[in-house]
């Protein structure tokens, strides 16, 4: 029965209600709070199952960042093109994978470079999504690589900044909403890097108007 | 039948196009609408220094640093858009016999002639002999591995001493054991060998990364070196060297993102570009086993080799690399491999063949280990152990402190890469399904699926083998491969389960199923064949001369560490003691004309 999922070749877990129609794919970033996360994808979106797969790599980075990760960022702050594309296809086979398994496109939920992910497959596959929460996280800029040319058609997508500079949530926003998404992003309330408790609200009430819309 | 859940589904996201971004073009392929060596007379730089430096990994960065000094110009070309290269990935430990930490803060005295004989023995041990001349090497392979004993210490006490990074010995994890009553840190691979002398504390790391810390030592590296001045210009593919009418190498050519570029080196050029893991035709033709992958960047395609041997450098160690295993199914399926089984975890655990028999002590590290997979088999003609067979009980499945590592999943999570089955027979059967499945896919990385097909009688030979085993464990013995008899098998192997006071690298199989298994290929940290250098990183002709103005460290040129992986931190030790003495070496050369 998960053998749609195991395409992605992604260790995952399971959680939320058993007899769900429909689930959110939970993105965890490099530092998140998985459980906290898990929480804040069940307060969201209820009534779906959670898909929860660890990060691709195993990484030494640095002493806080000794562990899985999506990909390799440089220690000059660029997404390196290869280990993104490896995570970028493994996380795109498991969306397409929960969206054979429960006949329903999934919500992603992502948190640092979970969020990135997500973002990035909003501008790829988004007849494939039922919508993005991105915590934390801008659309990635991926030197040397262009996206290729989609329509978003009217994908909502909710952007909670983290310690991300202004320009590059505008930036964000601007080209999801150049390609249709229906972007919003939530007024900083200090609390998407840490994931607080502050969140759960606003993201279920989005959810609740934009995933039926 | 169930669905094949080892066949994709229709992606929209182009690998291929995110590959070409991070500079993954082979050496060859670039080289081939070039002139054979570029000709620098009568042409116009775009930009000049005293020292290229070309690579962006711990060898090049080393190189940068130590050619950096005294106002030494230097640049640094690098062939992916980010720095950081394989190193950036890595735990970040460095093999540094002799090192003043050990010396000075753990009172360990390391010295030469057993040490020297400990890495003559492990890098060639076919013709090692302790009574011969030599240790029975060769002269200049004797040499090299004595200047590193020389260098090494004194290399990382510069660097430490200049600010670059300090250093620290490497400290047991919570889960590991202690062995010989040494609590404090990891024994040596080799611990056990009468040559080693000095068997905890070579292995250092950066301070302040705990638990290795390859993107801390970059970063030591390269903000060093920037302050010093060097300059760092990425997506540069460096594809051919540049010489003068009397063949001295004064620059390089490369290719970029804004059209070719000539630069002009007026001392040397060092290269420090990683192996070739990542170019597939150069595996097969130069290893002497069969990989699968490796952790390698994509960029490591071996272009120093296509590029050197145009000048007529001697190529050596061609065969060899720093081996690890990989999951088999994670190796077909990524750019470069994900993660990689060092020690395996797991008591109840054995690892067997197409045949159902134990290969290998599956508590040897990974260097050691994976050369297992290499054995030939004259009367079949085959490599009966290409892909290995890790299987496991649902005790150490469900037990965290057992299951604490790579390749068992966390207790409660599902993994793809395990396949299980109530019985011995019924995992069998789902064994060679996933086989027959996996046959013949083409990896991203050129890595194709092996035709693997489990022996008649495999379930009731693994039955047997686990049978005989157990026998092993209750007696906390293995007769046949030693397992968990030197200390770093006992130390890396696993915690011991309560209520084992025997071997605690065994521990009898449950008596009933499900029993678990994870497919092992054999694949490299990175390969360390190329160029021969000599003990200053002068790249040699075939004459037995220095090409004059050219250098090499790292996974770029020919180890001196032969066929070895002497400890935790035998890549990066003897890539930063010689990338850093290239580095001083070339910023002291002669200028050329061009």
Known sequence: ?213 | MAADTTQPLDSKVSRRSLLAAAGAVAGGAALAGAPRVARAAGRSFDAEADVIVVGGGGAAFAAAVGAAQGGTRVLVLEKAAAIGGTTARSGGAYWIPNNHVMRREHGIRDPKDPAVALMARLAFPSVYDPEAPFNGLDQFSHELISSFYDLAPVVIERMERAGVFRSEIAALLPTQNATDGIDWTHPEYHAELPENKAPYGRTLHPVGSEGGGGGSLMTGLATFARRQGVRVLTNQHVVQIATNSKGEVVGVQAQTPDGERLYRAKRAVVFGTGGFTQDRSKVMNYLRGPIFGGCAVPTNTGDFIDMATQLGARLGNMRNGFFVQHVLEQALSNSSVVDDLWIPPGDAMVMVNRYGVRVASEKTPYNEHTQSHFVWDTTRSEYPNLVQFFVYDDVVANDPMQAYGMPIPAPGRRSPFVISGQTIPELASNIQQRLDRLRGRVAVNGAIGPDVKLADGFADNLARTIERFNSYARDGRDPEFGRGSTPIQVSWGGPRRRGNDKNPSMYPFAGSGPYHCILIGGGTLDTNGGPVVDANGRVLHVSGQPIRGLYGAGNCVASVAGQAYWSAGGTLGPGITNGFTAGENAAGEAEKEV
């Open chain 1, 1 to 213: 029965m998960e053998a749609a999922l195991d395409r992605a070749g992604l260790i995952y877990g399971l959680a939320g209600p058993a007899d769900a129609t429909a689930a959110a794919v939970v993105l965890q970033g490099t530092a998140t709070d998985v459980e906290r996360l898990t929480a804040l994808a069940g307060a969201t979106a209820p009534a779906r199952a959670l898909v929860v797969p660890d990060p691709l790599r195993f990484l030494y980075l640095s002493r806080s960042h000794v562990g899985r990760r999506w990909f390799v960022r440089s220690i000059d702050g660029e997404t390196e093109p290869a280990t993104f594309g490896d995570a970028l296809y493994a996380v795109e086979q498991l969306t397409l994978g929960a969206h054979e398994r429960w006949s329903e496109p999934p919500l992603l939920v992502g948190h640092g470079q979970g969020g990135e992910l997500a973002l990035a497959l909003a501008a790829i596959v988004p007849e494939r999504l039922a919508g993005v929460v991105a915590l934390d996280a801008t659309l990635p800029v991926v030197p040397g690589w262009e996206r290729p040319a989609c329509d978003a058609g009217g994908l909502p997508v909710i952007v909670l900044p983290g310690a991300h500079e202004t320009a590059a949530i505008e930036r964000t926003r601007a080209e999801l909403a150049a390609i249709g998404a229906r972007v919003t992003v939530a007024p900083s309330h200090g609390q998407a890097e840490a994931l607080g408790p502050a969140l759960d609200e606003p993201l279920a009430s989005w959810w609740a108007a934009a995933g039926s819309g």
